[in-house]
Structures are given as structure tokens and as C-alpha cells.
């Protein structure tokens, strides 16, 4: 069974339209949860971390926000250049400094 | 300052041979890791090195090992390739392995093909 867990697996959107990316995870003990943005062949580029509940964080168009079991990244009046694919990661507790990736989602916006 | 840089950047092998992948972490950094991602899927962890020495392991076979020099570059190793060791394989590297300043910097990585 998959401890993260990403949805939906693929998103097309116009540009403009707001929408968010669910990143759910399985586990207790979070030590970190982080977001990465994926161009295709490319590496993933680091965006947020988050470490509580109720923290947020903001990036230009982005913003990440963590429950008790789940985050979300809210994409705000996306632009073309905003598609790739969003991996989340989490760390959990137990001394592993060892992040566990989902499969991410892709992420079309279209002009 | 120059990010995460990897060597080499494609690289195609055939079955049954061995290769070496490169990573040069962000100046500064003294843990790196390696990943292996499969199209379509989240990049899998390997190893982490942090000063030199493993502090983590991912389901992997023997076949694959790793090691960290002084300068905290890397290097990953993997015999006896199989087709299905064809991937993406990321290095990433970060400051320190504390919570807090843990986040990883991922280079390009290296694409290898067996045939």
C-alpha cells in the first residue's frame, strides 16, 4: 500500500483556472512534508516544506498548505509555464531522514 | 553558486555490463542521495551518504553501490545491468540531515538505456 498518495494523477486546466493538487499520506509522524516541481527529463525543483499542521507557504502563483493527513497546492490563475509535473514527499518519524515520493501529477495548462 | 551537477548527462549499456554514474553536490553540502526514477512514477530512494559514511539504504539489489569522497561528491555504481535498470537516476544533496534543513536539491540526472 502506497504511503503517499497523489491526486489526481493528471489535470488539464486553461489558463487562469484555479484549482488545487491533493497530496494524502498514510502514516503518523511526520517529520516534513515537501513539494517539487518536475520538468519533463529534468530533476525535481524544490518549492515548500512543510512540518505542521496549519502551516502554509507561498510561491508566486503557488501556495501549500498541511493538515493532520493531507496537503494541498493551490495553483492560482495558472499560466502556461506552470505546467509539469508536482511530486510530493514526506518524511517520517522513526530516524529516517529517508523522504518517500507519490507518483505526482501532471499538470497541463492550457492557453 | 552552481547547483547539483551530474555526469553523464545520457549514457545507453547493454545488458550484463556495468556503470558509473557522477554527482557534485552544492558547495556547502555534506549529505547527498541517490534516486531512481522510472517514467511515470516518483523518484525511489537508493542510498544517502552523509561525511562520507551510509545512512540509508532503499530496497534495491547488491548490484547497486554507492560511495562519498572528502569533497562530498559521489558516485554510483550498478553491475551486471538488466533492462530493467533503465531510469532517470537523480542526485540530490542537502546541507545537513536534521529536520529543519533537510531540504534535498536535485541535479538534472542521468539518463541511462540498456539495450
Known amino acids: 500500500e502506497d504511503q503517499v498518495t497523489q491526486s489526481p494523477e493528471a489535470l488539464r486546466l486553461q489558463e487562469g483556472e484555479s484549482s488545487s493538487l491533493n497530496c494524502s499520506y498514510t502514516?503518523?509522524?511526520?517529520?516534513?512534508l515537501f513539494w517539487y516541481r518536475q520538468d519533463p527529463g529534468k530533476g525535481p525543483e524544490f518549492l515548500f516544506t512543510l512540518y505542521s499542521a496549519g502551516e502554509e507557504k507561498e510561491k508566486e502563483r503557488l501556495k501549500a498548505t498541511l493538515t493532520k493527513k493531507e496537503s494541498f497546492l493551490h495553483i492560482t490563475a495558472p499560466k502556461p509555464e506552470d505546467s509539469a509535473t508536482y511530486l510530493c514527499a514526506v518524511r517520517l518519524s522513526g530516524g529516517s531522514y529517508i523522504p518517500t515520493f507519490g507518483r505526482g501529477t501532471s499538470l497541463i495548462v492550457h492557453p | 553558486d552552481a547547483g547539483v551537477t551530474q555526469s553523464p548527462t545520457h549514457l545507453i549499456k547493454t545488458r550484463g555490463q556495468q556503470v558509473t554514474l557522477r554527482c557534485s553536490p552544492i558547495?556547502?553540502?555534506?549529505?547527498v542521495s541517490w534516486y531512481q526514477q522510472v517514467l511515470g512514477q516518483g523518484p525511489q530512494f537508493i542510498f544517502q551518504?552523509?561525511?562520507?559514511?551510509?545512512?540509508g539504504r532503499g530496497n534495491f539489489p547488491d548490484r547497486f553501490s554507492a560511495r562519498q569522497f572528502p569533497n562530498y561528491s559521489s558516485e554510483l555504481n550498478v553491475n551486471a545491468l538488466l533492462l530493467g535498470d533503465s531510469a532517470l537516476y537523480l542526485c540530490a544533496s542537502s546541507l545537513e540531515l536534521g529536520q529543519g534543513i533537510g531540504e534535498q536539491y536535485f541535479g538534472p540526472g542521468t539518463r541511462l538505456t540498456v539495450t
Open positions: 558547495s556547502g553540502h555534506k549529505s
Open positions: 551518504y552523509y561525511e562520507k559514511e551510509e545512512r
Open positions: 502514516v503518523s509522524g511526520l517529520r516534513g
